[in-house]
């Protein structure tokens, strides 16, 4: 038999998959960025955040209706056309797109598990009256993975002890040798990543 009518169940998996990818693409981008080693590009998609929740909705939508179509009983029960589907048209194959779809979307919870957790600290011996902290306000910051990028970045800076930076505030906090470095010169590794440094100030 004809697999055509077929062929619009792949249409909207794909389509659900391109939606969810789109949803995570803020997140997923500071990841690639950091493996390639390429400075500047971590928050290019930022600016898709606000539109997540809608691109969810979207994701839920056309894979539900994948679904439906898949599950929807045959007018033709008697018809063996299910057999002859290629693998591109089967339940299992929408099976796997889904799953994709599922890390797609929780990706921004994990995004920092492919950053080195080791390197936001520094252990070494600076005397008390040496030691400088700063707040900083980070924009472009959606996810763990976010955060981890600003926090690698600074720590990259030759007497910066210790960086710690939440996209829910915003923020960072830096810790770092004033005889090595200064706030200037964080604060331009931060803006290399892409994120940019609004305001700081001195705790």
Do not use: H
Not at 115 to 138: A, G, R
Not at 152 to 168: P, T
């Amino acid at each position: 038999m004809n697999d055509q009518p077929n062929n619009s169940d792949t249409k909207w998996m794909g389509a659900g998959l391109f939606a969810a990818f789109a949803a995570s693409l803020c997140c997923i981008t500071p990841v690639i960025v950091f493996a390639a080693g390429i400075s500047g590009a971590a928050s290019a998609f930022s600016w898709l955040e606000p539109f997540r929740p809608y691109l969810i909705g979207l994701t839920v939508l056309l894979l539900g209706f994948a679904w439906y179509q898949k599950l929807k009983p045959q007018w033709n029960p008697e018809c063996a056309c299910e057999e002859n589907l290629s693998f591109w048209n089967t339940k299992g194959f929408l099976g796997i797109v889904t799953i994709l779809v599922a890390l797609l979307l929780a990706f921004p919870y994990y995004s920092d598990a492919f950053f080195p957790k080791q390197n936001n600290q520094k252990v070494v011996y600076v005397q008390e009256s040496q030691i400088q902290t700063i707040t900083l306000d980070i924009e472009g910051m959606t996810c763990t993975g976010c955060e981890a990028s600003v926090e690698n970045a600074a720590v990259g800076v030759d007497g910066v002890l210790e960086a710690e930076a939440s996209y829910d505030t915003g923020k960072a906090t830096i810790k770092y040798d004033r005889s090595k470095t200064d706030r200037e010169t964080i604060v331009a590794a931060i803006n290399k990543t892409g994120f940019t440094v609004a305001d700081n100030q001195v705790n």
